[in-house]
């Protein structure tokens, strides 16, 4: 109720996203100093802030573009002040240390008028949050329970992003021009981050809904589940949209494996439930757009005629980007250099929407090798650990976004990390009373 509030209070009087961005940014400080991070609140902070990153931007909130990502750095930071890291976490220091020669690349091939401190920040706050987010989590041993509290301390400014955005377009009709993604519908923002951050949500509530053994949440759960489903549709960006859904299906598929009979057999209801609202939530998205949405997935435009490119121009910006690893293989072209690099071949100034393309031609041969420590090590954590149902599903939703938006939020660095803690079921012990 507090944050549905919030989207309201944010609506009305826009500047009063920054009061609460940092009021949060304080309370969980606090939280964190008060306790000694005991309990590992500095993930309760980071998680906060990684939900509340897009609803910032979009209304002003943020006090710098990259600072959300630094902020969750500074969190797990501080929580390393406080209770360390594995050194089984090592592959992820090398991972680090594999960017680092793109950054003197850069030194050299930026053009002199370019900034260099803003091109080095843009394109390695992200790959920087991911590892201090891996850092901190591997294997770090966490109950259920505050798992799923960290989930909700992410999910709770996604509930006040949705306010927002039903508030600030409360008729889509009104807005639709064509298929393409649409600002209007996105609160004036960039439609793949905010599909991005709604399809998280979206993965979150469901979780939610099958793993919470609760009625009366399962109720609340299951509402939000449709309410922030059609607010990702509607703003016609599918990257978010179906990366949320495959992330959902996967994270079913491994709850039904590693489950026993029983437990599978009662999830049936919610599968059906959960079914029922998908559909229904679709019907209505249909019909709210005139057809519109139906036309965007089966890449058509408004006339019905299908278009060439998939990829909506993604397919261009990769295939500059491989012609560069082509043409510097070792160590690549340097940070931040991509954008320049475009102009020269196509004239274009667009910046990539694929991490794992601009690594390769921004680092090179170090970048491949970074990029396998980040799918190789989970995996292999993996066959030791099979604690945290989340691991594939968290592995995945990193991996599929970083191919539609880059590292654009912090939100694929942080789930990443959250995939490598090691989950422990505590159970209550039975207290023998004698005389």
Same mark, same amino acid.
């Given at each position: 109720?507090?944050?549905i509030?919030?989207? $309201?209070? =944010?609506?009305v =009087?826009?500047?009063?996203?920054?009061?609460?961005?940092?009021? @949060?940014?304080?309370?969980?400080?606090?939280?964190?100093?008060?306790n000694?991070?005991?309990?590992?609140?500095?993930?309760?902070? %980071?998680?906060?802030? #990684?939900?509340?990153e897009?609803?910032?931007?979009?209304?002003?909130?943020a006090?710098?573009?990259?600072? %959300?990502?630094?902020m969750?750095?500074i969190?797990?930071?501080?929580?390393?002040?406080?209770?360390?890291?594995?050194?089984?976490?090592?592959?992820?220091?090398?991972?680090?240390?594999?960017?680092?020669?793109?950054?003197?690349?850069?030194?050299i091939?930026?053009?002199?008028?370019?900034?260099?401190?803003?091109?080095?920040?843009?394109n $390695?706050? /992200?790959p920087?949050c $991911?590892?201090?987010?891996? *850092?901190?989590?591997?294997?770090?041993?966490?109950?259920?329970r505050?798992?799923?509290?960290? *989930?909700?301390?992410l999910?709770?400014?996604?509930?006040a992003t949705? =306010?927002?955005?039903?508030?600030? #377009?409360?008729?889509?009709?009104?807005?639709? #021009?064509?298929?393409?993604?649409?600002f209007?519908?996105?609160?004036g923002?960039?439609?793949?981050?905010?599909?991005?951050?709604?399809?998280?949500?979206?993965?979150?509530?469901?979780?939610?809904?099958i793993?919470i053994?609760?009625?009366?949440i399962?109720i609340?759960?299951?509402?939000?589940?449709?309410?922030? @489903?059609?607010?990702?549709?509607?703003?016609?960006?599918?990257?978010?949209v179906?990366t /949320?859904?495959?992330?959902?299906?996967?994270?079913l598929?491994?709850? *039904?494996?590693?489950?026993?009979?029983k437990?599978?057999?009662?999830?049936?209801p919610?599968?059906?439930?959960?079914?029922?609202?998908v559909?229904?939530t679709?019907?209505? #998205?249909s019909? %709210?757009?005139?057809?519109f949405?139906?036309?965007?997935?089966?890449?058509?435009d408004?006339?019905?005629?299908e278009?060439?490119?998939?990829?909506?121009?993604?397919?261009?910006?990769?295939?500059?980007?491989?012609?560069?690893?082509?043409?510097?293989?070792?160590?690549?072209?340097?940070?931040?250099?991509?954008?320049?690099y475009?102009?020269?071949?196509?004239?274009?100034?667009?910046?990539?929407?694929?991490e794992?393309?601009?690594?390769?031609?921004?680092?090179?041969? *170090?970048?491949?090798?970074?990029?396998?420590?980040?799918?190789?090590?989970?995996?292999?954590?993996?066959?030791k650990?099979?604690?945290?149902l !989340?691991? !594939?599903?968290?592995?995945?939703?990193?991996?599929?976004?970083?191919n539609?938006?880059?590292?654009?939020?912090? %939100?694929?660095a942080?789930?990443?990390?959250?995939?490598?803690i090691?989950?422990?079921?505590?159970t209550?012990k039975?207290?023998?009373?004698?005389?």
């Amino acid at each position: 109720m507090l944050h549905i509030a919030m989207g $309201l209070i =944010v609506f009305v =009087v826009e500047a009063s996203s920054k009061i609460f961005f940092l009021v @949060g940014i304080i309370y969980f400080l606090y939280r964190v100093f008060s306790n000694g991070n005991r309990r590992d609140e500095v993930l309760l902070g %980071a998680a906060y802030v #990684t939900g509340f990153e897009v609803f910032s931007r979009m209304t002003g909130g943020a006090i710098s573009y990259e600072f %959300a990502k630094y902020m969750v750095i500074i969190f797990l930071v501080i929580g390393m002040f406080f209770k360390g890291f594995t050194t089984k976490s090592w592959p992820y220091v090398i991972f680090i240390l594999f960017l680092i020669p793109g950054i003197f690349v850069a030194s050299i091939s930026l053009n002199y008028e370019a900034k260099f401190g803003n091109a080095i920040g843009f394109n $390695l706050s /992200g790959p920087l949050c $991911l590892a201090i987010s891996a *850092l901190y989590c591997y294997d770090r041993r966490i109950s259920m329970r505050r798992f799923q509290g960290i *989930l909700l301390a992410l999910l709770l400014p996604i509930i006040a992003t949705t =306010v927002y955005l039903y508030l600030y #377009t409360p008729n889509i009709r009104d807005v639709l #021009t064509n298929t393409a993604s649409n600002f209007a519908a996105s609160g004036g923002f960039g439609p793949n981050q905010v599909a991005t951050i709604l399809g998280l949500g979206v993965l979150i509530l469901f979780s939610r809904f099958i793993l919470i053994r609760n009625t009366f949440i399962n109720i609340i759960d299951i509402s939000l589940l449709g309410l922030v @489903g059609y607010r990702a549709i509607v703003t016609f960006s599918r990257g978010g949209v179906i990366t /949320g859904v495959v992330c959902v299906l996967l994270l079913l598929a491994t709850y *039904l494996i590693q489950s026993k009979g029983k437990d599978r057999v009662s999830i049936v209801p919610k599968i059906l439930v959960a079914s029922a609202v998908v559909v229904f939530t679709w019907v209505i #998205t249909s019909i %709210a757009t005139v057809g519109f949405i139906d036309k965007r997935y089966a890449n058509q435009d408004a006339a019905g005629r299908e278009k060439e490119d998939l990829t909506t121009g993604r397919s261009e910006l990769v295939s500059t980007e491989l012609q560069a690893f082509y043409e510097n293989p070792i160590v690549g072209i340097g940070v931040g250099k991509m954008k320049e690099y475009r102009l020269e071949e196509t004239g274009r100034l667009s910046a990539t929407h694929n991490e794992v393309s601009r690594t390769l031609s921004e680092h090179g041969i *170090l970048g491949i090798s970074a990029l396998l420590i980040l799918i190789i090590t989970p995996l292999v954590f993996r066959i030791k650990n099979k604690s945290n149902l !989340y691991l !594939y599903t968290f592995l995945v939703f990193w991996f599929l976004t970083i191919n539609h938006s880059s590292m654009r939020i912090a %939100a694929p660095a942080f789930i990443y990390g959250l995939g490598l803690i090691t989950i422990i079921h505590v159970t209550r012990k039975t207290i023998i009373h004698r005389k």
